[in-house]
């Protein structure tokens, strides 16, 4: 799947989203509030991601990106939790390159294009409420810090192909965001990251929660 493509489907699902957590929103519940302490909650998310204009143009990329990130986060009490996670930037490559392949296996030859990634690791602290029982909704507010990982223009699988590092630097950050747990297993959110150092500016995301 590549930029576009994605970019349209994470905006289609994030528009879905806050009609779904607008409507919940509007029932009346009054209910003992959650408590996960010493549990773990793990998310999936994706994000629109905007980088400094003039860091963005000085490496080859556009201004804006997609991101998948994979995270856990653990409940020290019922309101104070640490979010910690690993991801993909998937680059809008301006400068990308091709290059003739052979299979190591077969020996076939092909015109191969590079691909423009890198690999946020991240980690955060902060203060998660949570709201009713039945479809319990939450609020949080977080702080964090992120750095970034063979962020790079390559060629996938192959072993002697060029490459290019993409020189964009990740930082601190906070977060605020909120949603609706459906169950006991699973909830939707989401999130605005406002970055505070780095070239990257901010990001919108969806989140998916499950529950262990």
Known sequence: MDYKTFSGFTTTLFATTILSLSSLASADEVARPLDYSKQWLFHTNVESLSIDDAVAQEQGVDSSAAVVNF????????????????????????????????SRFGGDRDNSSSDARAFPVFVD???????????????????GVATLLASERAIGNCSNCRSEDIDIDAGAYVLVGTGVNFSSFWGLGIHYKQYVSGDLENAFGLNATFMY
């Open 125 to 143: 602290v902060g203060y998660k409420k949570f709201f009713g029982s039945e479809t319990p909704a939450y609020a949080t507010v977080r702080a």
């Open 71 to 102: 995270e856990g986060e653990y409940f020290f009490t019922k309101s104070i939790s640490s979010n910690m996670g690993i991801g993909v930037i998937i680059y809008d490559d301006k400068n990308s390159f091709s290059q003739q392949t052979e």
